[in-house]
């Protein structure tokens, strides 16, 4: 099983980042999906969420209006679109995939807001 996300960097304030985060070894349309992100010395945070069949998504407050969850069954990937960002978005960001069986974590990728 891997979850293996991408798209992260460094961006200027306002700017935007796509990140992805390829699945393989499970079946993917099985499972819901998230995206979380752990700024330095602070908690893991759910950031938004998306259901297995890509129907309803939900988004934390801080993003809302601004990042975007969406998933490509055939492809097994998921992604996040993050329009104007803040430096308050800098963190290392996880995607995560869950069902009542079981979930996965990926290795996380780094998104830093800086001018």
């Known amino acids: 099983v891997q979850l293996v996300e991408s798209g992260g960097g460094l961006v200027q304030p306002g700017g935007s980042l796509r990140l992805s985060c390829a699945a393989s070894?499970?079946?993917?349309?099985?499972?819901?999906m998230r995206w979380y992100r752990q700024a330095p010395g602070k908690e893991r945070e759910l950031v938004a969420r998306i259901t297995s069949a890509g129907d309803t998504t939900t988004y934390d407050d801080s993003v809302k209006g601004r990042f975007t969850i969406s998933r490509d069954n055939a492809k097994n990937t998921v992604y996040l679109q993050m329009n104007s960002l803040k430096p308050e978005d800098t963190a290392v960001y996880y995607c995560?995939?869950?069902?009542?069986?079981?979930?996965?974590w990926g290795q996380g990728t780094q998104v830093t807001v800086s001018s």
């Open positions: 995560y995939a869950v069902r009542y069986s079981g979930s996965y």
């Open positions: 070894g499970f079946t993917f349309s099985n499972y819901n």
